[in-house]
């Protein structure tokens, strides 16, 4: 193992000439937008046959974008991509995976009925006379893919039912099944353990060996240091630098990362919180976050801040009552919360913003009134009928208070802007008077003037007592509005800071890992 | 390699576990079928006369043809509810062809039963697969529309057993070796479309859109043009189906086949065919049939009242469908603890 491993390295590693003829993919200039948004202003990277490449980025860098243009998602708005010196363009997915780009995403896309030599090969099934499915073939190819990146899996099982490791493996085992040149995977590593992340690296090496380019997207920087030759950083959509991965440190790394000063959209403000609103202590659920404890107090907002992947939502989700929670307690106002019920949690007094407004925020077909009045339905009804006159006060109530902009009540929901469709969610839950307001990724998909708009407002209801747990992806908005920020990484509480000690660096290593020894 | 391979070892025990129950479906209805005969048998020992034995296995042939087909739609997590009324109008069309040609060969009959059918069951495909409309709708507004055009076109009109002729009748009623012709004809129907569903690249597509539409898109799969197929093979089937009708019954009214498409699909689902598709076999949706059927008459034979007949059918429904919900949730939670445990050791 150690002989491969030095072996291969000792390869690619050097390759520090970046024009050299045997690159197996350039990217130069690549850009997209969508609608007026910039998601990607130079997209440049160069893979090497055997070399592990990793692309690092905060949210939001334009990686995402980039290996979407890669794997024929997205067709580029400008730009020149070549592969083995052949200008090319990939309009769809098949395109890109003929070419020989191969793409395993952080979701794995299987067919949880269908046996695992079946998610491998579908629509490629090896064929008999007659064109036959030859399953014993498919079987026989399927062992020796497995075979060859050293794991055992047996592919007569069904997909449904296999870890997020084993389906990320076979995965891979599908790319390397139609000879994949290029092969990224999206933040691999986000769901798996620590022996799980092992046997990837290992199959890394394999495949490194067989002379396939690997892209590598992950937060995990010590992993990325451990595994891959070289790096290319982006911020803002466009590339930083690339670099071997030995003339980089870890603080060189995350400084490229995020080397910019934050723009000050939020004023300064220093609030003196009241008394505790929610107090969690040891919370647990098996297999997606471990003892987390922490409080919000009236007149605070507490930030929490992570990698995608890190259970930030899933926290909330079991605070609200949504998901079981296996162990831990969470009190409101002093009073024990009843776990695994979110009526329970509304009665407390606390409101839940989802992440995912289209779903799970709003009715998008029913009417913005409708939906505003949707948590109060009980205040509203008399004799169990809803009153149409006392839901129209209540919508007209909010709507001038959040200014929100809109044609007529009737209207449906799904007729307004993003930031709009989330202040008509905030309306729903700030009617019922909550003392504490989880919410989660205030403003994503929402422009910039309305997210200004979303931050005033959260400042105001502090003022005015309310406690709010904000999560956010984007750090800005973490530094710019929250008073205390918590960092959770992997599931477990990784760091605190309060607004004077937080910045953007201590938060990505805190996040990324890399605090472990400060965290208690 | 070698200190890694120990994780993937654990999660397949259990789950294969789950996998094989679901595979032993076809064998559990099997065996219910036999149970149920049994126990009827002992009640009433003409049960197992070779007429009411014929009549066990000729009594589901239509609605086994009819489920074929629809195992191919509700695989493709689609449905189509529009089988019942294009059996009635092929029926009754097949009929009408026959008034006007008595010597019509029964190959021909056939033929054109089953070209009625494809022609309706295009038509729901491409609003479903192309105009993207949900199938509920789409085959629930084609059963209507059928229904409407069979009442004007027979007009009041029903095919009579005079109009149709002996050699037809044959087919409805006779035996090749025992076995009733029109089971052996349903038997064909399971055994060719089940061996197409195993092994070609086609038939696997379905599956694959069924289990996970997304992903059937970034496999290249031609969402459209397969779901498009399930129903054109559906509605073929269903006309098949219609012509076969006549043959059994020899008298078509503009009812024919009402309510079908419900003893369609609860055979499908009691067969082990998964409501939200990716999952279940011809074969398990044409024992499904058999074993409703079954229980129907054994009912008859035991003297309960008919009334009973489809409180169990619908007892049978919600056990099937409960069952399968119970085994995956449970799989899902089984497989995430451990994960966890896993993770600490």
């Known amino acids: ?520 | 390699m070698s200190v890694i391979a120990r994780p993937a070892v654990t999660a397949p025990a259990r789950s294969s576990l789950i996998s094989a129950i679901l595979r032993f479906r076809e064998l559990a209805i099997v065996v219910a079928v036999i149970i149920v005969f049994l126990l009827t048998y002992f009640k009433n020992p003409s049960f197992a006369s070779v007429a009411s034995v014929q009549q066990m296995l000729a009594g589901p042939a239509i609605i086994i043809m009819l489920a074929v087909g629809e195992t191919l739609v509700i695989v493709t997590r689609n449905v189509d509810l529009s089988v019942g009324s294009v059996l009635g109008l092929s029926a009754f069309l097949v009929g009408d062809l026959f008034a006007h040609n008595p010597h019509m060969p029964v190959i021909v009959a056939l033929l054109a039963g089953l070209l009625v059918g494809l022609v309706c069951g295009v038509v729901n495909g491409v609003i479903v697969a192309y105009a993207r409309v949900p199938a509920l709708v789409v085959t629930l507004g084609m059963l209507y529309i059928i229904r409407g055009v069979d009442a004007v076109i027979d007009n009041g009109v029903q095919i009579e057993p005079s109009q149709v002729p002996q050699s037809f009748v044959n087919l409805g009623s006779g035996t090749i070796l025992g076995i009733p012709t029109l089971f052996a004809i349903a038997a064909v129907a399971v055994a060719v479309v089940g061996y197409v569903m195993k092994s070609f690249r086609p038939a696997r597509d379905l599956y694959a859109i069924g289990s996970n539409p997304d992903a059937a898109v970034l496999a290249g799969v031609r969402v459209p043009r397969r779901i498009l197929s399930a129903f054109a093979i559906s509605g073929a089937l269903a006309g098949l189906g219609g012509a076969l009708w006549l043959a059994e019954f020899a008298t078509v009214a503009s009812t024919a086949g009402t309510g079908y498409e419900l003893n369609v699909v609860a055979a499908c689902v009691v067969g082990g065919v998964a409501i939200f598709g990716g999952s279940g076999t011809v074969l398990g949706a044409g024992l499904g049939a058999l074993l409703l059927n079954t229980i129907d008459q054994a009912l008859v034979a035991a003297r309960v009242s008919s009334f009973w007949n489809q409180a169990v059918a619908g007892v049978l429904l919600l056990v099937a469908i409960t069952f399968d919900r119970y085994v995956s949730l449970r799989a899902e939670r089984l497989l995430r603890v451990e994960g966890a445990h896993r993770d600490q050791a």
């Open chain 1, 1 to 520: 193992m150690e002989d491969e491993e030095t072996a291969v390295s000792s390869g690619p590693a050097d390759l520090n000439h970046v024009d050299s003829p045997a690159a197996v993919l350039v990217v130069e200039g690549a850009t997209k937008f969508f609608g007026p948004v910039k998601a990607l202003v130079d997209g440049s990277i160069t893979l090497y046959p055997g070399e592990a490449h990793a692309l690092l980025g905060e949210n939001g860098a334009g990686k995402s974008t980039l290996v979407k243009i890669l794997a024929g998602v997205h067709d580029a708005d400008g730009g020149r991509m070549t592969l083995d010196g052949q200008t090319v363009r990939f309009s769809n997915p098949i395109d890109a995976r003929e070419a020989g780009v191969s793409v395993i995403y952080q979701e794995p896309t299987l067919f949880p009925d269908l046996s695992v030599a079946e998610n491998i090969f579908m629509g490629r099934h090896p064929l008999r006379s007659g064109k036959r499915i030859d399953r014993a073939e498919m079987m026989r190819r399927s062992r020796d893919v497995f075979e060859r990146l050293g794991v055992q899996m047996s592919p007569s099982r069904t997909a449904r039912g296999l870890s997020v490791a084993d389906q990320q493996i076979v995965e891979i085992a599908k790319a390397i099944s139609f000879n994949a040149k290029i092969i990224i995977m999206d933040e691999p590593t986000a769901a798996l353990t620590e022996v799980e992340v092992q046997r990837l690296f290992d199959v890394v090496a394999t495949l490194r060996k067989e002379g396939a380019a690997i892209m590598f997207i992950s937060h995990r920087l010590e992993e990325v240091f451990a595994m891959c030759q070289r790096v290319t950083i982006m911020r803002d959509g466009a590339f930083v630098r690339t670099s071997a991965i030995g003339d980089l440190t870890i603080d060189e790394v995350i400084y490229s990362m995020v080397g910019r000063d934050i723009v000050s959209l939020y004023g300064d403000h220093t609030r003196t919180p009241g008394l505790n609103v929610l107090e969690v202590e040891h919370l647990t659920r098996e297999g997606v976050f471990t003892d987390i404890s922490f409080n919000v107090r009236a007149g605070e907002i507490v930030g929490l801040a992570g990698l995608v992947g890190a259970g930030r939502t899933e926290v909330a989700r079991g605070i609200f009552g949504i998901d079981r929670v296996d162990a831990g307690s969470v009190r409101v106002m002093g009073q024990n919360l009843k776990s695994g019920s979110p009526l329970a949690a509304m009665r407390a007094g606390i409101g839940f913003v989802p992440e995912d407004r289209r779903q799970q925020g709003l009715v998008m077909e029913m009417a913005i009134d409708r939906n505003a009045s949707l948590a109060s339905i009980h205040e509203l009804s008399r004799f169990g009928l809803i009153r149409k006159s006392s839901e129209r006060k209540l919508a007209s109530e909010w709507a001038a208070r959040l200014q929100l902009k809109f044609g007529r009540f009737s209207n449906p929901v799904k007729t307004l802007s993003g930031g709009n469709q989330q202040k008509v969610v905030l309306a729903k839950w700030l009617s019922r008077k909550p003392r504490l307001l989880i919410i989660d990724e205030p403003t994503r998909g929402i422009d910039i003037g309305t997210k200004a708009e979303v931050h005033r407002l959260l400042g105001e209801l502090v003022e005015q007592g309310i406690a709010i747990l904000m999560i956010s992806s984007e750090m800005p908005e973490v530094l710019g509005v929250a008073d205390r920020i918590l960092v959770l990484h992997e599931g477990h509480l990784a760091g605190e800071f309060s607004r004077e000690d937080a910045d953007e660096a201590s938060i990505m290593r805190a996040a990324a890992g890399q605090m472990k020894a400060s965290a208690s």
